[in-house]
């Protein structure tokens, strides 16, 4: 069996993070499935043009999912229709979002504390599309409701194809550290027959691995440690068929794959100081310059650009002082 079946890595749907552009990196980089950020249905219903665009993918990234989420299952179901026609390989329900915009208004994480509701959402979006649908979602609301288990079962028997948990409650948000026992739980159900994806704090190749074999999970989906670092999926895969390591790319190297993200991010955007406000996240998180002395003043000056020209100086200049 091959790594990538052994082992799949998927990188996580991001709101504002995975575009296109990151996701064809990630995809270049070994990422064995991506997806899209979450889109919202009732948008998706009401034609609005931003939303819409959200449901641009590339036959190279491929196999990609796209997220969706809404409160109502005619809303959610009509929006999975608009996205089956964009061609994904799986629609990807979101039953995980904590933010108070989407689950105070009962979306998202908020139908944790609806589990009728959320799945009658499941039904309707599995009976109204002929592509596999997966969902992701949490733990529970609260400490008090931890019901994945029970929840991964009842989902199966709405049809879904995966299942992908992120090992905190809704209260927790991103706070203290995802707890994956439960997630080891439901992989271990003599119930559950589809595939379950482990998510939450993973950050190192080392840490992967523990984790597939601990939890025997089918696949493990990575979020915020691929900011500014999507060959993260390449260092875990040498790790994982080999036990060892990969040598860590040249300083040069790396800066012009964060380069090219830019240059990517400006591309989607159509705007350079749109499309540099929104890469800002991954030179801010890079492992790259968190490993400077001066990394402070750096993340600043890079923070504080506002053409490409001056970003890339700083990010030459960091070249020229560590590489
Ligand atoms: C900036 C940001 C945006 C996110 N947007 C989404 C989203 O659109 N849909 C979703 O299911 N999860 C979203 N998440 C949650 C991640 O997919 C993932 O579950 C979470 O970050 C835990 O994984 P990690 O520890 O590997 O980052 C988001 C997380 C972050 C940090």
Redo the contacts with the bound molecule.
């Keep these: 069996m091959s790594i990538e079946q052994k082992y799949p890595l998927y990188l996580?749907?991001?709101?504002?993070?995975t575009d296109p552009a990151f996701r064809l990196l990630c995809k270049r980089f070994g990422a064995d499935r991506v997806y899209t950020?979450?889109v919202n249905a009732d948008a998706l219903v009401r034609n609005i043009k931003s939303t819409e665009r959200k449901l641009i993918i590339h036959n190279n990234e491929r196999p990609v999912a796209i997220?969706i989420y809404g409160r109502e299952p005619d809303s959610m179901a009509q929006a999975a229709q608009i996205v089956e026609q964009a061609k994904p390989d799986y629609i990807d329900i979101?039953f995980?979002?904590p933010v108070k915009k989407v689950a105070g208004k009962g979306a998202g994480a908020g139908l944790l504390r609806d589990i009728p509701k959320l799945l009658e959402i499941t039904r309707a979006v599995v009976n109204a599309v002929k592509i596999p649908v997966t969902v992701?979602t949490r733990l529970g609301w609260d400490d008090s409701q931890k019901i994945i288990v029970d929840l991964a079962e009842r989902l199966q028997d709405c049809g879904i194809h995966e299942l992908a948990i992120?090992g905190r409650t809704r209260s927790q948000m991103?706070s203290g550290e995802?707890d994956w026992t439960l997630i080891g739980e439901v992989k271990n159900n003599p119930r559950m027959h589809i595939p379950i994806i482990g998510?939450?704090?993973?950050t190192t190749p080392e840490k992967t691995k523990d984790y597939f074999n601990r939890y025997g999970v089918d696949a493990i989906m990575?979020?915020?440690?691929t900011f500014g670092h999507p060959w993260i999926f390449e260092e875990i895969k040498h790790y994982l068929s080999t036990d060892e390591l990969l040598p860590q790319h040249s300083m040069q190297w790396q800066i012009d794959i964060l380069k090219e993200h830019v240059e990517k991010s400006i591309e989607w955007c159509g705007d350079e100081r749109k499309g540099i406000v929104h890469s800002r996240r991954h030179f801010a998180a890079s492992p790259v310059f968190k490993r400077l002395f001066d990394f402070k003043q750096t993340r600043i000056a890079m923070l504080r650009a506002e053409t490409k020209n001056e970003l890339f100086q700083i990010m030459d200049s960091v070249v020229e002082k560590y590489g």
């Design positions: 996580a749907p991001m709101e504002d993070v950020e979450f997220q979101n995980g979002c992701k992120h991103y995802a998510n939450g704090d993973i990575i979020g915020r440690a």
